[in-house]
């Protein structure tokens, strides 16, 4: 068949000759005229649109052994296109097409391995038929490939992959490139050029590159500081609900109470943790107990001895007053090596204060807070030994 005679009376709108000829083709067995007749009644194309007339004749040009028949084929049988959804036979037509080298079916037999859609679950073949769409030119495909290697430390081959991607136009490959140049993964280190991948990705939406080219911004990383341009990105990735970003924000507007607290909650919400503390020191130093009791029990939730210690001392708050939970965190805290919380459950226990008198355990948290470099109450400690 004659594509370019094709092509010239679907430019001319010539349907009638148009059908003719390639019918006449497509019963002598031409693989492409029948995959163009699947075309034409798929889109309705001098005929009436007619879906189910284009998987005939897409199945009749896949049978004879055309690639992207079988590829649209295959799709079909995925999404249950005019047809029951059937994951075998959808890789069965996307290996047909992929053998032929059709770079989407590579790619879709990818993603059938990966899954176990129609096939076994064989992360080994995923990767092998990655690899083939990758090289043909996939972008995601590369990025997929990419971050494997990453993942196996296969650094040289990731960043090869990856910026494939990203001069494609894929952001979050774009994104990755920029951390390799930042670190040095794979790639002799340059924060210039990391700055440069992070705004391709971060001017197509990643919200990783948007908050780590704020910081670039904020710290005058591979480019002049700029707090202005900073707040930019960190707004872009903060409205994407980067609770990093959000923080970020609450610092910049330091001089504004109001948007800082605003932004400083938000991220806190999200289980930031020196964005709760933040928030945990403004309401007690407001003596808004409940409140700072709050944003403590968040940032506590990150296992940081700091808050541990912090949270204990607010349920000995009137308001908030737990003795139970006070000593709960207090012990918390002093398993990590928090001084004052050693110090504070060794003197509890000395006094007998919300805790029965135990002089056990005042030795024991005492001797960890001097243990710990804390000398004030060595003496108490000694005299409390002789006394056992």
Not at 90 to 105: H, I, L, R, S, T
Not at 207 to 227: F, H, N, R, S
Request: proline fraction near 1%; glycine fraction near 10%; hydrophobic fraction near 40%.
């Amino acid at each position: 068949m004659d594509l370019d005679f094709v092509k010239s009376l679907e430019e001319d709108e010539q349907y009638e000759a148009l059908l003719e000829y390639v019918i006449e083709y497509a019963e002598g067995g031409d693989s492409e005229a029948a995959k163009y007749l699947g075309d034409y009644f798929a889109r309705g194309i001098g005929v009436e649109k007619n879906e189910k007339m284009a998987l005939q004749f897409y199945l009749l040009a896949a049978d004879l052994g055309n690639e992207e028949a079988a590829y649209a084929v295959g799709k079909a049988y995925s999404e249950g296109w005019n047809v029951g959804q059937d994951y075998v036979q959808a890789a069965y037509y996307f290996q047909k097409a992929a053998e032929n080298g059709y770079v989407e079916a590579q790619y879709k037999m990818g993603l059938c391995y990966q899954t176990g859609h129609g096939v076994d679950e064989d992360k080994e073949k995923a990767i092998e038929y990655f690899l083939l769409a990758a090289d043909g030119g996939h972008i995601d495909a590369q990025y997929l490939v990419g971050t494997d290697f990453f993942e196996n430390g296969v650094l040289d081959k990731a960043v090869y992959y990856l910026k494939k991607a990203a001069k494609q136009g894929h952001a979050e490959a774009a994104c990755q490139v920029g951390v390799c140049y930042s670190t040095g993964l794979g790639i002799d280190a340059e924060e210039q050029k990391a700055v440069q991948y992070y705004k391709i990705a971060a001017d197509k939406g990643s919200v990783e590159a948007q908050y780590l080219l704020g910081m670039c911004y904020w710290d005058g990383t591979g480019i002049p500081k700029d707090e202005k341009l900073a707040e930019k990105y960190f707004k872009l990735a903060a409205g994407q609900g980067d609770a990093r970003a959000q923080y970020q924000l609450g610092i910049y507007y330091r001089y504004n109470e109001k948007w800082a607290l605003e932004y400083f909650a938000q991220a806190a919400d999200q289980g930031h943790e020196l964005a709760a503390q933040r928030m945990g020191e403004y309401y007690l130093e407001k003596e808004e107990i409940l409140k700072a009791k709050k944003y403590y029990e968040l940032a506590a939730q990150q296992n940081n001895s700091l808050d541990q210690h912090a949270l204990g001392k607010i349920y000995l708050l009137d308001g908030t007053k737990d003795y139970s939970k006070a000593v709960e965190y207090f012990e918390l805290a002093a398993q990590q090596n928090n001084l004052d919380a050693q110090v504070c459950l060794g003197k509890l226990y000395y006094k007998g204060e919300i805790v029965p008198r135990d002089r056990k355990m005042a030795i024991y948290y005492l001797e960890m807070a001097v243990n710990n470099g804390y000398q004030d109450d060595e003496m108490l400690l000694q005299k409390l030994k002789l006394l056992m």
